[in-house]
C-alpha cells in the first residue's frame, strides 16, 4: 500500500492545496466534485504535484513539512517551468 502527498491548483483562484491520500485519483475526483471542505469553493483543481510513499507517519510528516512556509517555497522551486512557462 502507498500513501501519496499531493498538491492540487485552483483553475479558479490559482492558489495551491496539499493534502495526502491512498488514492490520487479517487482523492481528485472528490475534490473536484465539492465533497472537500476546504476546496469546494475553488473548483476546478488540477493535480500538479505529488510524492509517494510506503507508510502513512511519512506522507503526514511530509504534508505538513509542504503546507509550511520553507514547504511552498520547494513547491515552488519544484514548479518553476510549469509556473512561468
Known sequence: MYYYVYVLQSEKD?????GYTQ??????NEHNKGRVK???NRVPLKLVYWEGGLNSKDATKR???LKTAWGKR???????????G
Open 38 to 40: 476546504s476546496t469546494k
Open 14 to 18: 490559482k492558489n495551491f492545496y496539499t
Open 63 to 65: 504534508e505538513k513539512y
Open 74 to 84: 520547494y513547491i515552488k522551486n519544484r514548479l518553476n517551468t510549469y509556473l512561468t
Open 23 to 28: 488514492n490520487i485519483l479517487a482523492r481528485l
